[in-house]
T-cell receptor, first 112, second 111 residues
Framework: GENVEQHPSTLSVQEGDSAVIKCTYSDSASNYFPWYKQELGKRPQLIIDIRSNVGEKKDQRIAVTLNKTAKHFSLHITETQPEDSAVYFCAASREGTYKYIFGTGTRLKVLA | DAGITQSPRHKVTETGTPVTLRCHQT?????MYWYRQDPGHGLRLIHY???????DKGEVSDGYSVSRSKTEDFLLTLESATSSQTSVYFC??????????FGPGTRLTVL
């Protein structure tokens, strides 16, 4: 069936370094790719998203890149800070349908 | 927060008892979802709804039923709770831009 693979499952970086989380999707019809951040005990919250007509999107220290040919998309966080520590989920979706496939999450630890 | 509330926020119950969780939204979104979140499994879809009285199963629907009699309310029922249903349950809506927004979650413990 359709799935989204997310790597790594855990990631530790020093404060100020960059972090990269990668996702691969199987449904070639997917055209919307959101990223969520979930802090301990809280709900997942959207931090950035990208649609298939765009290759890259940035929002301050966060960026997402999409390679439709390879069916990969990645989250890039620059100048990491302790408050970036959380679990990050990617997802792939087909616009206009109910389908929303989540990756299994990456636990990011930013070490001070 | 996209106007989503869940009730109760915490519940402890005993095996075999029925449990109903409520999700309420204030912004008239068509799509609503119920997920469960367990360590090592991420977010797994239980059921979803695409309109009043229109619901369908997700990947982990066994032991769960849902109802949507009004646009704003989506109920999840565990007919006879089991310990394997101990989890955190999140409701979500999907807006017209296809983005899902989550409710605050319900922590359910089945003893």
């Amino acid at each position: 069936g359709e799935n989204v693979e997310q790597h790594p499952s855990t990631l530790s970086v020093q404060e100020g370094d960059s972090a990269v989380i990668k996702c691969t999707y199987s449904d070639s019809a997917s055209n919307y790719f959101p990223w969520y951040k979930q802090e301990l005990g809280k709900r997942p919250q959207l931090i950035i998203d990208i649609r298939s007509n765009v290759g890259e999107k940035k929002d301050q220290r966060i960026a997402v890149t999409l390679n439709k040919t390879a069916k990969h998309f990645s989250l890039h966080i620059t100048e990491t800070q302790p408050e970036d520590s959380a679990v990050y989920f990617c997802a792939a979706s087909r616009e206009g349908t109910y389908k929303y496939i989540f990756g299994t999450g990456t636990r990011l630890k930013v070490l001070a | 927060d996209a106007g989503i509330t869940q009730s109760p926020r915490h519940k402890v119950t005993e095996t075999g008892t029925p449990v109903t969780l409520r999700c309420h939204q204030t912004e008239n979104h068509r799509y609503m979802y119920w997920y469960r979140q367990d360590p090592g499994h991420g977010l797994r879809l239980i059921h979803y709804s695409y309109g009043v009285k229109d619901t369908d199963k997700g990947e982990v629907s066994d032991g769960y039923s849902v109802s949507r009699s009004k646009t704003e309310d989506f109920l999840l029922t565990l007919e006879s709770a089991t310990s394997s249903q101990t989890s955190v349950y999140f409701c979500a809506i999907r807006d017209r831009a296809d983005t899902q927004y989550f409710g605050p979650g319900t922590r359910l413990t089945v003893l």
